[in-house]
Structures are given as structure tokens and as C-alpha cells.
T-cell receptor, first 110, second 115 residues
């Protein structure tokens, strides 16, 4: 099964961009890349997902490497509310496996 | 509010006991997922049901079992409880059988403490 690798922690200043990396070197061609985040004392919430092309939504952007072996979640302007654990998740299209990374704890300073 | 409900919110029990956690998915969602989150293990996927049938299995112990009922609510049964089973248990739901077809919505969790 494909696995993901993320840094344990990252720090950012408020209103600066944040790039959260995820390595998934064994990804298969049909695996979707999902990002979820978990704010303190809450359940995880959806951030963004993609397959091959870069994706943008109101929360973030997802940049997927051409070979799909890595991806980067981009928060364009970090706020204090973005302090959370960010999970990079692979899901194969058959839906038979959900593989979570360990997550990256993002700290945001004012 | 994600629309996913979980009961109870907190549960305290003793080793060796059996408990049942309940989850009601968002209206219209057919998939239910169960996760375990402990301090040292992070978020671990346990099992997924889609429209009443088991769809995917993760790191679920044999002492644990789950089912999804015709009204689509789901129950996670934990038996022969051990201290190490103390954790936050999340339920999530989505429309389709796999995430690519939609977003996964998480409930607030059930905190299980085994003494």
C-alpha cells in the first residue's frame, strides 16, 4: 500500500504563505491525494483533494508534482485559526484503503 | 456542525468490559467511516461501511466490530477492553463509496476512557 511522509511540525507567521509538503513516492496512478486538518479539540475537516492537476479552493491550493510522488498544500496567508494538524491522505480509486500520514502540526505566530 | 452525530460524547468503563459507540451520518450520506485517535498513534482508520456493507478495513482489532444498519446509522462495538483502547473515536460520513466522490465529514467524537 502507498504511504505518505510528512514533517512532524512546521512554524509560520501570521499572514505569510505556508507550504506543507507530503511525500508519497509509491503512489499509484489512480490514487487520489486528500488533505484534511484537525483543529484543537475538534474532529478533522476537509481541506482539498486532487488527482493529477493542481487544485484551488477558498481554503487552500494543492500543488501536485508532475510525477505525483509528492504534493504540497499551500495556505496563501496563514491565520491563527490555521494552527492545526494537517493530514495528507491517499485513497485508491477502488476505495479499499485509506492511508493517513502522521500529520504535520502547524504553529502560527502573530 | 458537520451534521454527523456521535453518542455518547464521553464513556468511562473498566477493563474487560464491552461498549457500543453510535454514529448517525449526514442526511444522504451512504458511507460511514470509523477512526481511532490516541495520543501516541495519531489518527488511525478502522473500518468503512457503504450502504450497509463493509467496504474497507484498516487497523481494526479482532476485539472490535462494526455494522451499518438499514437506516444507515452505524455502531462500533469494542469488547474485552484494555487500557490501551482509551482514545477518541471518530465517525465520519461521505456520499459515495470512496472519498474521490466527495468530502468526508467528521463527527465530534466519543472519548473512551478505560480504567
Amino acid at each position: 500500500d502507498a504511504k505518505t511522509t510528512q514533517p512532524n511540525s512546521m512554524e509560520s507567521n501570521e499572514e505569510e504563505p505556508v507550504h506543507l509538503p507530503c511525500n508519497h513516492s509509491t503512489i499509484s496512478g489512480t490514487d487520489y491525494i486528500h488533505w484534511y486538518r484537525q483543529l484543537p479539540s475538534q474532529g478533522p475537516e476537509y481541506v482539498i483533494h486532487g488527482l493529477t492537476s493542481n487544485v484551488n479552493n477558498r481554503m487552500a491550493s494543492l500543488a501536485i508534482a508532475e510525477d505525483r510522488k509528492s504534493s504540497t498544500l499551500i495556505l496563501h496567508r496563514a491565520t491563527l485559526r490555521d494552527a492545526a494538524v494537517y493530514y495528507c491522505i491517499l485513497e485508491n480509486q477502488a476505495g479499499t484503503a485509506l492511508i493517513f500520514g502522521k500529520g504535520t502540526t502547524l504553529s502560527v505566530s502573530s | 456542525d458537520s451534521g454527523v452525530t456521535q453518542t455518547p460524547k464521553h464513556l468511562i468503563t473498566a477493563t474487560g468490559q464491552r461498549v457500543t459507540l453510535r454514529c448517525s451520518p449526514r442526511s444522504g450520506d451512504l458511507s460511514v467511516y470509523w477512526y481511532q485517535q490516541s495520543l501516541d498513534q495519531g489518527l488511525q482508520f478502522l473500518i468503512q461501511y457503504y450502504n450497509g456493507e463493509e467496504r474497507a478495513k484498516g487497523n481494526i482489532l479482532e476485539r472490535f466490530s462494526a455494522q451499518q444498519f438499514p437506516d444507515l446509522h452505524s455502531e462500533l462495538n469494542l469488547s474485552s477492553l484494555e487500557l490501551g483502547d482509551s482514545a477518541l473515536y471518530f465517525c465520519a460520513s461521505s456520499v459515495g463509496r470512496w472519498l474521490g466522490s466527495g468530502t468526508q465529514y467528521f463527527g465530534p467524537g466519543t472519548r473512551l476512557t478505560v480504567l
